[in-house]
C-alpha cells in the first residue's frame, strides 16, 4: 500500500515584486516527499530553494505571493490556509530549522524554554511537564548532561549544540514533515558530518519526511533519498539519488558536479622559487589578565613556523578557531601579533610600529571572504581601485589606467570603473577584490576564504582567476580555507591548524593520500560525499 | 558581577572628584575677593575679613578644598548666602517635587512610547507607522513651555479639570499630589515620547529582520508574543539606554517646566540661587546632578547584563 506524501508541491509559482530580474521567484514547480525520506533541492543562490521552502511553512515575506499551484501537507494546502490554521500546523505538523544556528536562537532565551515555547503554544503541558519533554528531546537529540544545559543561553553552546537545539524544538512534537533549510552550512566540517548523521538518525527513527535545502552537493551525495537540482526559479532536473549524481542528465547538473573542486588533488610541481615570506615563532594571544576581573586567554596561533616561495600557494585548513585567520591577519599586520618573526624580503615586519610599516604594506595584500561587504558600497569601484596606489604615490590618472586594465585582467569590463558595488555580483565583486589587491603590486596575495561565499559555479572560474593571477605574477599566495575540496585543487602545500597549533603540513598531495595526524584523517572523513566523483576532470 | 559593581562604582570616585575640584574652583576662580562679593555692596573691611576667616578663605588653596571636601563628607554642604538656611536642607525640601515630576514623567513617557514605537516598527510603512512618526516630528518640534499653557489653558482654565500650578506634598495626599502632577509630566513627556518612540521604532525593526524571529513564526507563535517575547525584549538595550539618559536629562531639565507650573522644586532652586549668587547652593546642585548622572549610567550598564545575558563584565 502506498502511504501518503507528507508534502507535495503542485504547480507551485511565486511571483517577485515588478521590478526583479525575473516575474518568478520559482515556476511552476512540483516535487513530493514521502514519510521518510529525505528529498533535497539542490541550486545555487537565487535558484528559489529557500523561497520553496518557505512557501511551504507559509514564511513568505510580504513582497512574494504564490500566484498558482497547492503545497499539499499531507493532504492540505498550506497556502489555503489562514493564519491560525497555519500558526496551528507549524511546529506540530512542519517545522523548519536554519542555516545560521547563533541568529536563529533567540539570544536572551534560555534554551530550554525556546524548546518548551513550543509546546506551550500547541499543548497544554504543564510548566514542568514541558521542561521535562524539553530534556527528553535534548537527550534525544543526543545533547551532552541535558538536565544541566536547558538552562544555558544560545551564546554558552557550540555552533553544533545550537544546531542540535534547533532541531530538537522542531522535532519536539514529532511533525511529518522537516524543513532544512541549509542547515549544516554555517558548521565546521566535523561537526556538519554530526549533525547530518542526526538528521538521517531522526528521520529514520521518527519515520520524518524531510525537505533537505542546501548548495552543497556533497552534503546531497551523503543524505539524499531523492534530488531536485533548481535553476533560476524552475526545476532542471528530478529524480533519485544515484540517478542524478552518477547519470546526471541536465547539462546545468552536470556542470554544477563538475564545478564541485575534486577531493583528489592534481599533481604539482614542487616551487622552487625564493622565499617570499618567512614566518617563525608566531604567537598571537588574545584576552587579558585583569585586576579584581579573571584571566582569560586565548592562544589564537601558537608557534606557527611557514614559509611561501614565490609563485607558490600555500593553504592553511582548519575549522572555526584553528587560528588559520589569525595568522593571516598577523601577516598582513590588520592585528599585532603577540610575539614572533614575520619576514618580507628580509625586513622583519612583525614588530615593525605603524609608522615604519607604511611602505611594506602595499607587498602584502588581502582578498576576504565576503565581497559583499569589504567594498566601500558609496564609493565607485574605480575610487576603490585607485585609494591605495594613490596612498603610496602613484599619479591619479596612471593609478586608473592600471585600474582599468586590472578590471579586464579579472575580466571585467573596464568601462565599469564609474559603477558601484552593489551593481555587480557576488563573483564579479570578488574579482573586484582581487583587482584592488593587485592594484598596488603586492608581492604577496592572501585569499581569506576569499570563495568560500560563492556558488560553486562562480566558485571555480575565481578559483581559476587565482591561479592564473599567481602565475602570471609571481606571486605567493597563502590560501586560507576550510573547505578541503578548494584546497585540494589550489594549494601546493598545506599546513593544517587546530586550536593555534599546526598539527601537519606537507605538499597537498601528501597530505590527501597519506595524512600523518588523527585529526587531518578526520577532517579529510568528514568531508561529505567522498564516494561520489566530482570535478571536471572527472565527470563524464 | 559583584566584583563588576565594585569596580564601576570605585571608577565614579575620580570622576566625583573632578567635578568636586570644578566646583570648588568655580567659586574661588571667580573675579574679585569671594568674600567682598559674598559680602554685598555695603560692606565694610571688618565684615569683608570675618566673612574670609568664616569661610577658610585665609588659608591656602589645597587646604581649604580638603576642608570642604571634609565637610560635605559629614552631610555639610555649607550655609546658604541667599536663604540664610543650611544648604542640605535646601535641597532636601526642594527634592521631592523634582524627582515626583521626572519619575511620574519618565514612567509616563516609557508607557506610551515603547508600545507606540513598537507598533510603528511592526506595521512599518502603514498610515499607523506614519501617523506615529508624524506625531514624533510634531513632539520634537515644540517647546515644553508652548504645550505647556496650552494644557494649562484647556484642561485647568477652559475645562477646571486640573489644578493650574502648584505643588502638594505626597505626604499630604497621594490624590492631590498627583492631579498637580499630571500637566506637567504630559508637558514634560512629550518631546520624550517622541524620542524614545522613535528609538524603539528603529531597534525593534532592526531585530524583526533577525532569524530567531522566523524561528519563532516557524513555532507556530502568535504575532503578539513575537513581538512581546522575541522582539522587544532583543531591541531593549539600546531603549533602556535612551531612557535611562533622558531620565538624567529630565532631572536636570525640569527647570521651565517647574517654572511654568510654579513647582517648587531643584530646578526652581537652581534659576533662584544663579540668580542670587548663591555659591553654597549652586555648587551642592552641581554635585548632586553629577552624582545623579553617574548613577544613572552606572545603572544602565548594570542593566545590560541582565537585559542581555551575553553581556559580561
Known sequence: MEQQNVLEVRNLSVSLPKNADRPNAVENISFTVAPGEIVCVVGESGSGKSVTASAVMGLLPAALKPSTGETLLQGEDTLQANANRLRDLRGTRMAMIFQEPMTALNPVTRVGEQISEVLEIHTDLSAADRRKRAIEIMEAVHLPDPEKMVDSFPHQLSGGQRQRIMIAMALVLDPALLIADEPTTA??????????????????????GVLFITHDFGVVAEIADRIVVMQNGRVVEYGDRDDVLRRPKEPYTQMLMASVPSMTPPDRMPRTGKNAIEVS???????????????????????????????????????????????????????????????????????????????????????????????????????????????????????????????????????????????????????????????????????????????????????????????????????????????????????????????EQGPTKEVYSNPQHDYTRLLLDAAPGRDVTFGSDTAA | MLSYLLRRLIATIPVMLLVAVFVFMLLRLTPGDPAAIIAGDYANDAQIAEIRTKLGLDKPLPVQFMVWLGNMFQGDF???????????????????????????????????????????????????????????????????????????????????????????????????????????????????????????????????GEDYIRTARAKGQTETRVLMRHAVRNAAVPIVTVIGLSFAIL??????????????????????????????????????????????????DVSYTVLDPRIRY
Open chain 1, 281 to 503: 615563532n608566531l604567537n598571537k594571544i588574545y584576552g587579558r589578565t585583569g585586576w579584581l576581573s579573571k584571566d582569560r586567554i586565548v592562544h589564537a596561533a601558537s608557534n606557527v613556523d611557514l614559509h611561501v616561495r614565490r609563485g607558490e600557494t600555500l593553504g592553511i585548513v582548519g575549522e572555526s578557531g584553528s587560528g588559520k585567520s589569525t595568522v593571516a591577519r598577523c601577516i598582513a599586520r590588520l592585528i599585532d601579533p603577540t610575539s614572533g618573526t614575520i619576514s618580507l624580503h628580509g625586513t622583519d615586519i612583525g614588530t615593525l610600529p605603524q609608522a615604519k610599516l607604511r611602505p611594506h604594506r602595499r607587498k602584502v595584500q588581502i582578498v576576504f571572504q565576503d565581497p559583499y561587504r569589504s567594498l566601500n558600497p558609496r564609493r565607485t569601484i574605480g575610487q576603490s581601485l585607485v585609494e591605495a596606489p594613490v596612498n603610496f604615490g602613484v599619479p591619479i590618472d596612471q593609478a586608473l589606467k592600471t585600474a582599468r586594465d586590472l578590471m579586464e585582467l579579472v575580466g571585467l569590463s573596464g568601462d565599469a570603473l564609474e559603477r558601484y558595488p552593489h551593481q555587480f555580483s557576488g563573483g564579479q565583486r570578488q574579482r573586484i577584490c582581487i583587482a584592488r589587491a593587485l592594484a598596488v603590486e603586492p608581492d604577496v596575495l592572501i585569499a581569506d576564504e576569499a570563495v568560500s561565499a560563492l556558488d560553486v559555479s562562480v566558485q571555480a572560474q575565481v578559483l581559476e582567476l587565482l591561479d592564473d593571477i599567481r602565475e602570471r605574477y609571481d606571486l605567493a599566495m597563502l590560501f586560507i580555507t576550510h573547505d578541503l575540496r578548494v584546497a585540494a585543487q589550489i594549494c601546493d602545500r598545506l599546513i593544517v591548524m587546530k586550536k593555534g597549533v599546526v598539527v
Open chain 1, 187 to 208: 558548521l565546521d566540517v566535523t561537526t556538519q558530518a554530526q549533525i547530518l548523521k542526526l538528521i538521517k538518525e531522526m528521520q529514520e527513527r521518527r519515520g520524518t
Open chain 2, 251 to 300: 532631572i536636570g531639565g525640569v527647570v521651565v517646566t517647574e517654572s511654568v507650573f510654579n513647582l517648587p522644586g531643584l530646578g526652581l532652586l537652581t534659576v533662584e540661587a544663579v540668580l542670587a549668587r548663591d555659591f553654597p547652593t549652586i555648587q551642592a546642585v552641581i554635585l548632586l546632578f553629577s552624582f545623579i548622572y553617574v548613577l544613572i549610567n552606572l545603572l544602565i
Open chain 2, 78 to 208: 555649607g550655609e546658604s548666602f541667599f536663604y540664610k538656611k543650611q544648604v542640605g536642607e535646601l535641597i532636601a525640601a526642594r527634592l521631592e517635587p523634582t524627582l515626583s515630576l521626572s519619575l511620574l514623567t519618565i514612567i509616563l513617557t516609557v508607557c506610551i512610547a515603547v508600545p507606540l514605537g513598537t507598533l510603528a516598527a511592526y506595521r512599518q510603512g502603514s498610515w499607523l507607522d506614519r501617523g506615529i512618526m508624524g506625531f514624533s516630528v510634531l513632539g520634537f518640534s515644540l517647546p515644553v513651555f508652548v504645550i505647556g499653557y496650552m494644557l494649562i489653558y484647556l484642561f485647568s482654565i477652559k475645562l477646571g479639570w486640573l489644578p493650574v500650578q502648584g505643588y502638594q506634598r505626597i505626604s499630604d495626599g497621594v490624590g492631590g499630589w498627583l492631579l498637580r502632577l499630571i500637566l506637567p509630566s504630559i508637558a514634560l513627556s512629550v518631546i520624550f515620547v517622541a524620542f524614545i518612540a522613535r528609538m524603539t521604532r528603529t531597534s525593534v525593526l532592526e531585530v524583526l
